[in-house]
């Protein structure tokens, strides 16, 4: 069996990348479970998928913690143990990190297997944009297990991408395929283990829960935090920006419906975004009857700000 | 017949599609929406026939499931854990309606604390309702057990609902393999519901939330309901040889594994069952002769079928995904009420683990197993477990540690 896990942050697709192992291993024949895991559902936030593939059917569910093959596709991840990235690695487990230093990883994690960057797809044209995540992943792993033919990955691209409404399938082609080749070098580097750990297992080092006092025991939290004072605003990566001229002044639609309470209609019924709090759902511009709120990706607005100052 | 890639949720979806529901009300929750997602957009592109509504809960939702399926539409609805329990009161009330429909519920923990992943006391609560109860462990299974649920449901027999398990995450958002069946062979498996007297009209009403007074009636009327729930294992024996003859897939009432000459076995429901069917083939390879039982079908109990598995075992390691709060495991108490006063029935050996998604390791399997064996030689009962380690308990008191800390209090080390 191959066992493989994703790791990356909400918005990068590591679900996707996941998915287009999985179905270009179902494509070659193999029994397949992929999945993803979420914790905290949103944008920018550790998550991460596993990807089985066996020739006899699987026994096994849930969390991978024996991986052959991690990637990690945004490595800040490797300095954040709650993401738990190296969990379970062993000196044979493989490690494809979206770096340009993966001998530094090597270094710094004291990992004494192997460590692959992912290869650097340029964006074409340059300056165009920039190569799905997902896809440059989920190529480079495909070419490390060694089992998956180039027309059988493509017809994986294929499969998952049509089904996600992708508009530039050619181009994530591409890309996945561009990164497929760019691993030739360590094609099948990543082994399927066909031998299973029937060995002595230690014993479980069961213990009997003790029951502790109600103050302890209640599932509380006593920190001074309050809505107000957590910055959900840094979670966002597109603002919604009102466009007084075209706003009728309706008063109650965006601010009644956004989720977060983050819109104040002042005295003369016109409505105002905290953006300390607006997390970026985008609900607002939707429902604004005279489409006054655009979208604005989260990068230009600062940098618009940082100039107007 | 193409087999595909699909996550539970999809294969529920499937399943409902394939049985071509008129009707699915609908109410959002983690982690079953992608159900009715997948619905929608099927409704929307005209690949189904039908209608899907939101409604405002899931006790509307329910209500109106049932409202429906006494028209002789066939329904189809799904939820999770706080969800169902939100509807817990139409959970009772509907099944005396006599009117068949569909639920699947995606197993997640319930509060309080809050969180997503799987356990069974959601589904375990609505045990006691009038609900057929059939659990599933694939991706596959539930697929067909949804087509098996529409033939239970409808039986002329029977007609009460019927509740699909499938676990969060480890199931609902788990690709694997499935055959999609074909139209027409679902089709000659289940035709057309042929309603017969669900027949209610607005223009012909009949008023059946009716209310009784006396015991007495009371009484009739909730033993006819239990009944029929038990004339579902008639019913599901049935559908389960005509599915097995159209699909070539034997769904029994209680599935066992590599238990003919089994001297142990592990006994638990869902999905996590397949990291016992690992453990059993572990402990085989090393020469051990342990083996499993899972029950699909929970309501009506399937008590003959489970004492024909267990009969001649010398001890069962019941592994309960659910906690009863002041008792325990919920499979150990019906399994012990199944066994009772019976011959040959072996040692039972309670455990409590899984809960909230926590993962059962290969090594507890062996342990349970090991100390299973051991009561059924010492014939001592040991008191139920909860699977639970010190590291784990280790990991909790640092973070009071930091809670203890933040509440700035004296000697806040634990
Ligand atoms: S984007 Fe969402 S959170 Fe922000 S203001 Fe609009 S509705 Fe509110
Ligand atoms: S919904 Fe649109 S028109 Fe109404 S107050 Fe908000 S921005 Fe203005």
Redesign the interface.
Known sequence: MFRIRFHGRGGQGMKTAGNILGSAFFGEGFEVQDAPRYGAERRGAPLFSYVRASRTPIQERGVIDNPDLVVVADESLMMLPAAGVMQGVTADTVILINTRDAQGWQARARFPGVVLAVPAIAASPPGGTPPLQSAVCAGAAARLVGVIRRETLAQAVRLELDARGRLMLDQDLRWTLAAYDAMSAHAGCVRERVAERNGVTAAPDWIDVPQDSVRRAAPDIHATASSEQSLTGTWRSFRPVIDPGHCNRCSWICGTLCPDSAIRVDADRTPHIDYDHCKGCLVCVAVCPPHAIRAVAEGKAAACEKIAQ | MTRA?L?GNGAAAWGARLAEVDYVPAFPI?PQTEIIETLAGWYASGAMQGRLTTLESEHSMITAAAAAAATGARVFTATSSQGLLYAMEMMFATPGWRAPFVLVNVSRAVA??IT?EPDHTDVLAARDCGFVQIHCANAQELLDSVLIAYRVAEHPGVRVPVLVNQDG???S?????VELPSMDSVRRFLPAFAPGEVAFRASKPVSQAVAVLGGASYSYFRYELHLAVMQALVAYEEAAQAFAAEFGRRYSAVDTYRCDDAEVVFFMIG??A??A??AV??LR??GERVGLVRPRLLRPYPADAVREALRGKRAVAVIDQNLSMGFGGVLYAELAAALQGRPAMPMLCSYVGGLG?R?I????F??MAAESRNAAASGAVPAT???????E?REVRKL?AI??A??GEAGAR?
């Open positions: 890639l996550t983690t309080t604390p997503l995450f480890y199931l958002f788990t690709r694997e393999p999905s996590f397949a990291k069917g690992d083939d572990r390879a090393r998604g993962d390791r290969v090594e507890e062996f342990a477990r909860l699977l639970y380690s010190g590291g308990l009071q809670a203890a933040e509440r634990p």
